[in-house]
């Protein structure tokens, strides 16, 4: 079974083991799903790439240090998918609220209040038990409750069968995801299920098929007359234009500034524009439970936890600092005794940890306490190509790469 210790030195040592099969292994083995034991094929790194205990860049060039970029191409896109989706939700961010506001329509139909639909509950609860009567969405359920982890095909099938052959909303499952994976961002998460459903590009949309199952799970389940192969895409919503990625204003030298780290970037020695900072303090906070307003899986929560802890005693041991998890009763107090001035975090992107930053941003003015976000290179690269379909993006990936001084 896989595990997915939430460390960076962790995540170094995974890139390492990683790195002989990151070529044309990878692109010929990607998508087949052997079960959890058998999972050499991939890299294992999303848990820490999702909360930066390793960052794309590095990933980036550690691959292109070994291989040429023809042969180690499909693993460098996979891992851009991911800057694509975060790219794509930022200059459409009304998309996240419309999903947030479905979701909450869904969650009363679940719910014990007088909007719940009991029939529709007890369809969406067999399929969150894994209790449906398709072995290998069952098994599905059972290996992300215990893991946090599904392989990316299985995802793209577990989604499909949840919403054209169960015919139930795709919020309630980007929910369930979100609530259960590791790696869960708010706009992989969502936006690929819009994808699966065929939201995301227009007319388009991802079936399972049973013989698809069959053949990349290695004859562990085939579905045979169980999935429906046939369906529609979901009719198609009203997509916002997209806008455009906003600078930032940069830090100021001289003032009394603390460091401050959350879910979405836990790697703060390696922040852009710290240089020259007067850092006197860190601290950090996770708050996972706002993932949803439904139980945020024990797994997701610790390990978010412990993630933190080894962001703050990296960061401590790097700037030479206290670095402490600080609840929001002892921030007060924490910026007073170190007589704070500006705060600089990382930026949170689209989602619960932006929407909590924005709170705290909200809380520091009051005080006359500025709130400075910092943006890592590699986004402020990638996110505006993401105004349309990966693939443009795709064709901007060597470009890019040289910009960011990766060879």
Same mark, same amino acid.
């Given at each position: ?21 990151? *070529? ?62 975060? *790219?794509?939700?930022?200059?459409? $961010? ?37 209790? +449906? ?52 961002? $708010? ?29 990349? +799970? ?82 997701? +929560? ?77 986004? +402020? ?27």
């Amino acid at each position: 079974m896989p595990n997915f210790p939430p460390s960076r030195a962790d995540a170094l040592a995974r890139l390492a083991a990683f790195l002989p099969r990151a *070529g044309a292994h990878y692109a010929n083995e990607r998508n087949a799903d052997r079960g959890p034991a058998a999972r050499d094929n991939v890299s294992l790194l999303s848990p820490a790439v999702r909360h930066r205990l390793i960052s794309e860049a590095e990933i980036a060039a550690a691959v292109l240090d070994r291989y040429a970029f023809s042969t180690s191409e499909k693993f460098i896109q996979e891992v851009c998918w991911r800057s694509y989706w975060k *790219g794509w939700l930022e200059l459409r $961010p009304q998309v996240w609220a419309d999903y947030q506001a479905a979701l909450s329509v869904q969650i009363e139909r679940i719910g014990d209040g007088p909007g719940v639909d009991r029939p529709f509950r007890k369809r969406w609860q067999a399929a969150v038990d894994g209790a +449906t009567g398709i072995a290998c969405f069952d098994d599905w359920v059972e290996e992300l409750r215990s893991t946090g982890y599904l392989h990316n095909h299985t995802r793209m099938w577990f989604a499909s069968i949840w919403i054209f052959t169960l015919n139930l909303p795709w919020v309630l499952g980007a929910d369930f995801f979100y609530r259960h994976l590791l790696d869960g961002d $708010p706009a992989s998460n969502t936006l690929s299920w819009r994808w699966v459903a065929g939201l995301q590009t227009r007319g388009k949309h991802y079936l399972a098929r049973a013989d698809n199952i069959q053949k990349y +799970t290695a004859n562990r389940y085939w579905p045979k007359g169980e999935l429906n192969e046939d369906a529609a895409p979901l009719p198609p919503d009203e997509l916002p234009a997209a806008g455009r990625i906003a600078d930032l204003p940069p830090p100021k030298a001289g003032l009394r500034t603390a460091l401050w780290l959350h879910e979405d970037d836990l790697c703060a020695e390696s922040w852009p524009a710290l240089a020259g900072l007067d850092v006197v303090a860190i601290g950090g906070d996770v708050t996972p439970a706002a993932r949803s307003r439904l139980p945020v899986s024990e797994a997701v +929560t610790g390990w978010t936890e412990a993630a933190l802890a080894d962001g703050l005693d990296r960061a401590g041991r790097h700037f030479g600092l206290p670095a402490v998890r600080i609840t929001p009763s002892q921030r007060h107090r924490w910026l007073e005794d170190h007589r704070i001035e500006q705060l600089v975090t990382a930026y949170p992107t689209v989602g619960p940890v932006a929407e909590t930053v924005a709170a705290l941003e909200r809380e520091l003015a009051a005080r006359g306490i500025a709130l400075i976000r910092v943006r890592r290179a590699w986004d +402020t690269a990638f996110w505006p190509h993401a105004g349309k379909g990966f693939f443009q993006l795709r064709e901007k990936i060597r470009p890019l790469l040289a910009e960011l001084g990766i060879p």
